[in-house]
């Protein structure tokens, strides 16, 4: 499992951001990037199969547990090793490391109850079959994709 | 059922002193007396001993002990005393005879070949080598007998066992063939055994057994294992009138513990 | 099953002064601690909590006290709140409760009822710092008579003399198995016994083999009724055997070290399976009798060539005089006597508790039985069981003792804070414990110097208190009950003290 | 106090981050990161338990000794030159990875990294909305 993002979607509001700093006391796990004027992308951790952070961890606070990759406060150190690992720059450290933990203990992540373009969703099929359908309404509609 | 033990004067395989092999007449020695001449065999560089008139002498092979671990192997003629090859290590002993209680006393590396039957206490926290007892044995053998990573030590007895056998087994293999064909009447056997492995010839009722032990028949991999320690009992004693495939023609039982720790449960953490 | 039992200690943190540092949390290995990082301060949960004081002593801040907690059971003199828990705690497994460390139930402290002479005007007394004072102890069987002749000047003894350990102070280190502790623990006492010229004693755990040539001329190994680790190597590298029957803390019960406590590096040297239970039953199963015993320490000597004293140790309990003068007679050239407040690492609290008899009285019972029976030279005591400070041993060599054996005292040299949490085996101050995280915290170096330090301490105490007697060597102390006055004892226990009251 | 093996430390921080007194010391400029063990009374050990090289190891206290000291000098991003990690941090984590992955994203550093990811994604409509204009 984890947080995906339709892109076209997002609007670039940055409240995934906010609502992930306000749930993680003040350290949030997201970062919206803009691509020159025209896109903004959140990335969020992938929860890769392979996680390159777990692999690196040395005291095992960063494990795969199932299909995620968790998170263990007691164990880390602040090491950073984790944070030079991944490939997608999600996991830094500041103290201790901070990585998404998909808001262990509620159930649905923050950032996605809170997106208010409806771009983040945990369910893969979900957010394909939205993509597609506006694809399919934008050629219905004559124009060009 | 076989018929074992028949001798004929003539054909027991006797002591091979002959050439080489250092005698020691033990007929007016004490125990202590005898070890030290041992002792002394082996330190100035005898390899092979041969002891006559052995009467209930105590701690045959246990003084033999160097850092640099000469091996002997020693023939004992007569009847072996107390805590024959106790602390054994590495040297190979045959008794022509009895052995009293204790042969194999925490012994650790080696070989006791008995052509006879041995007393209670047999093989007692035995660590490594093998112990070959061609009649029957007393009480409590194999008890907490024990095995670490390459040293499993095995314990073959050709007549029957009395109770407590196995008790607080940890591990190693214990064979009983019980040849004069009597029936196992042995109780409380494996009792709080938590590893190794038990193989009596025949069968065993569930009350014969502790609690820890599961009952099974032996399988194949099993028969493999005896096979190996059958071929090498019979080559020990030629005088048993009986073949490998006799004895392993008929079912052989094998027990097993129920847990690595038997007492798990019984504390409140 | 929900708990209804209350968490034994308060766990207060001073919120102004806690820097969140997560010093204690990591310190802490049953988990009381935890950082949350949304508000970056820590929390305890107190039901986990052990009492050993690993995060007050460490925390930079002093911010943390571990304390009793406040809260009661209604008062009652038959319930007491330890009663009830315990209850509580068997009603919600249905096990046998453990413990650990030795008795803390108030028995009487026979030490503390006994006090010692010294010297004034007629007898002057000596001046350690000048005069030379003797603790040099042998251990072991002494000859009846001595046969010597003299020819020429030469000196020559003609009796076969049995062989003696020489401590150079009368306190040896207690048995305690690798495997019940950890390996740094298990090192740092060899390591010091080595440094202060005495013994330290495996326990029934063997000794690691890269052991055994550096500390082996330090080492008793002893023989258990698991007999783990015993090969002849292992018998002949140490200095003396000794032959474990009883422990003061379970008289009359074996052990069992538990399966997830067998590491790879113990299993190997108790040479068994690793992850098994490690049971040692409760009798050696082939001693059922005084001649059985006879025919061990006989084969123990044989296999050691007779070249190392023999030692026994038992339990003190209600009839073990006579027990022990069987045990001389069966050929034991030492007789260790565990007393009634003897540590260990698990046992049920039932048998810790209430089970034997206290060490004093032991010491003093046993020495006056194998005097009277004209044996008492013919093997040495040492005392063990609840033995805090050099005056205890001052006291337990008047009363009888040749030497003494100390195990808690050690351990709380080490750091131990007698938290009774051995038998989980997750002690934070990396004593009892085979987690190679938490035994790493044991500086073997570090360790060692404080036990050594504690020992001469000791036996510069001891030889100011000899001085203050007027005697200037502990042979002289031996036994001599004179220098002893007991303070608020009944008649029956001055009796079998063998002392006078104070004033008398 | 603690002696360090200068040919293990990576310079991850690790002890300094654990230290619940501060007594080890880090200074970092933009070519070298510094990290000074002051002579502690402690006997804690949490930095030595808790550091991923084993570099550390309690030892009794020693007045004359001097308090060690390594300094690393910091590797630079591939693409944007800012100083991010030391060398044996890289050479670490390089190893710690499977082979199959071929990280050459571990001489990156992590913002050039999450940069570098937010246009792979977006790159696509990117090209699609530039050339809608």
Redesign the interface.
């Known amino acids: 499992m984890a947080v995906y993002v339709d892109i076209g979607r997002c609007i670039g509001c940055r409240s995934c951001e906010v609502a992930c700093e306000r749930v993680h006391g003040g350290r949030g796990h997201v970062h919206v990037h803009f691509v020159g004027d025209f896109a903004s992308v959140p990335i969020f951790c992938h929860h890769c199969e392979e996680a390159s952070c777990a692999a690196a961890c040395f005291s095992g606070a960063l494990h795969k547990e199932g299909d995620r990759t968790a998170f263990d406060v007691e164990k880390c150190t602040g090491c950073g090793l984790c944070n030079l690992a991944c490939p997608f720059g999600v996991v830094w450290t500041e103290k201790i490391a901070h990585k998404c933990d998909l808001c262990e203990g509620r159930p649905e992540p923050t950032c996605v109850t809170t997106c208010p373009a409806n771009a983040l969703s945990t369910d893969l099929d979900l957010l394909s079959c939205r993509a597609r359908s506006r694809e399919a309404r934008a050629i219905a509609m004559g124009g060009r994709r | 059922m076989a018929k074992a033990f028949v001798l004929e004067p003539g054909v027991r395989a006797g002591p091979s002193g002959g050439m080489g092999a250092a005698v020691i007449d033990a007929a007016s020695l004490e ?2 007396e005898l ?1 030290d001449r041992l ?1 002394e065999l082996m330190l100035s560089g005898a390899r092979r001993v041969q002891i006559s008139n052995v009467c209930g002498q ?2 045959i092979g ?2 033999l ?1 160097t ?1 640099e671990r000469l091996k002997m192997e020693i023939e004992v003629l007569g009847t072996a005393g ?2 024959l090859a ?2 054994l ?1 590495g040297h190979k002993i045959t008794v022509h005879g009895n052995a009293q ?2 042969v194999g ?2 012994m ?1 590396s080696g070989e006791v070949i008995v052509r006879g039957r041995a007393g209670d ?1 047999l093989g ?2 035995m ?1 490594g080598g093998e112990i070959y007892i061609r009649d029957g044995c007393g009480y ?1 053998a194999a ?2 007998m ?4 390459g ?1 499993r030590p095995v314990l073959v007895v050709g007549g029957g066992c009395q109770d407590f056998l196995g ?2 087994m ?2 190693g293999v214990v064979i009983v063939l019980d040849l004069e064909g009597e029936i196992h009447d042995a109780s409380f056997i494996g009792t ?1 055994m ?2 190794g492995v038990i193989y009596l010839r025949g069968t065993v009722e569930g009350s014969q057994v502790g609690d820890q032990v599961d009952i099974s028949p032996a399988e194949e991999a099993d028969m493999e294992v005896l096979e190996v320690y059958v071929s090498r009992f019979l080559e020990r004693f030629p005088e048993v009138e009986t073949t490998k495939e006799e004895i392993l023609a008929s079912p052989f039982t094998r027990l097993t513990p129920r847990s ?10 | 099953m929900r708990s209804f039992v209350f968490p034994e200690f308060s766990i207060i943190r001073d919120e102004e002064r806690c820097g969140s540092c997560r010093g204690c949390e990591r310190q802490c290995a049953f988990g009381v601690h935890t950082y949350d990082p949304v508000t970056d301060r820590l929390t305890s949960d107190e039901q986990k909590c052990a009492g050993c004081q690993r995060c007050a002593i460490f925390c930079p801040e002093k911010a943390i006290v571990v304390r009793p907690s406040p809260s009661f059971y209604r008062p009652n003199a038959s319930w007491s709140r330890e009663k009830i828990e315990d209850l509580k705690r068997q009603a919600e497994t249905g096990g046998v409760l453990l413990t650990g460390c030795g008795s803390d139930k108030p028995f009487r402290i026979y030490w503390d009822h006994i006090v010692l002479n010294a010297s004034q005007v007629t007898n002057p007394s000596i001046d350690p710092l000048r005069e030379p004072m003797e603790l040099r102890t042998f251990l072991g069987r002494k000859p009846d008579m001595l046969d010597i002749r003299a020819e020429d000047g030469d000196v020559e003894i003609r009796t076969e003399i049995s062989p003696n350990l020489t401590v150079e102070t009368p306190i040896l280190f207690s048995a305690m198995s690798y495997g019940a502790i950890s390996y740094n623990a298990f090192r740092s006492l060899a390591t010091a016994a080595c440094r202060s010229g005495t013994y330290f004693n495996t326990g029934e755990g063997g000794l690691p083999r890269e052991m055994r040539d550096e500390f082996g001329r330090c080492a008793i190994v002893q023989v258990a009724s698991g007999r783990f680790g015993i090969d002849a190597e292992y018998l002949n590298c140490a200095q003396a055997v000794e032959i474990k029957v009883g422990q003061g803390a379970k008289p009359g019960i074996g052990g069992h070290l538990p399966g997830e406590k067998v590491s790879l590096a113990v299993a190997e040297t108790r040479m068994i399976p690793q992850g098994t239970d490690a049971i040692s039953p409760a009798p050696h199963h082939d001693i059922y009798s005084i001649e059985d015993l006879s025919t061990l320490i006989t084969a123990l000597k044989e296999v050691t060539n007779y070249e190392k004293p023999i030692s026994v140790k038992i339990a003190a309990v209600h009839n073990f005089a006579a027990i022990a003068s069987g045990i001389v007679r069966a050929g034991a050239d030492i007789i260790a006597i565990d007393g009634l407040r003897g540590g260990t690492g698990a046992a049920p609290k039932a048998i810790r508790d209430n089970v034997g008899i206290p060490t004093e009285l032991a010491i003093s019972s046993l020495d006056r039985r194998l005097r009277e029976e004209g044996i008492r030279n013919q093997c040495s005591i040492i005392a063990a069981g609840g033995i805090r400070c050099s005056s205890d041993v001052v006291k337990a060599i008047a009363l009888g003792a040749d030497a003494v054996y100390i195990g808690s005292a050690a351990l709380i040299a080490m750091g131990c804070t007698l938290c009774q949490k051995c038998y989980t085996g997750k002690c934070n101050w990396g004593i009892c414990t085979q987690d190679p995280r938490l035994s790493g915290r044991l500086n073997v170096e570090i360790a060692s110097t404080r036990l050594s330090n504690l020992i001469s301490a000791w036996s510069h105490e001891i030889r100011e208190m000899l001085g203050g007697m007027g005697i200037n060597a502990l042979e002289s102390l031996r036994g001599n009950r004179d220098h002893l006055r007991g303070v608020g004892l009944y008649e029956w226990e001055l009796d079998v003290l063998g002392i006078k009251g104070a004033g008398e | 106090m603690i002696r360090v093996d200068p040919r293990l430390c990576i310079g991850c921080l690790s002890c300094s981050n654990v230290c619940p007194r501060q007594n080890i010391i880090r200074t970092q400029t933009e070519e070298e990161r510094r990290i000074r063990w002051k002579r502690c009374r402690e006997e804690c050990d949490l930095c030595v338990e808790l550091c991923p090289a084993g570099a550390l190891t309690l030892v009794p206290i020693d007045e004359s000794a001097p308090e060690p000291e390594v300094s690393f000098p910091l590797v630079g991003c591939r693409i944007c030159g800012r100083s991010y990690a030391t060398e044996p941090m890289l050479l670490r984590v390089e190893a710690a990875l499977p082979k199959s992955q071929s990280p050459e994203w571990v001489r990156i550093c992590p913002t050039c990294r999450r940069t570098a990811e937010a246009e792979r994604a977006t790159g696509d409509m990117v090209a699609a909305r530039r050339r809608r204009g």
């Open positions: 125990t202590r070890n002792r105590r701690y246990t003084r002990y850092p107390n805590d106790a602390f290590s209680d204790g006393n925490t650790d206490v007692f926290s660590r409590r008890l907490h024990k095995e670490y990573q040293k008790e607080y940890a591990g709080g938590h590893g690595k720790r038997p007492y798990g449960g019984l504390y409140a953490y």
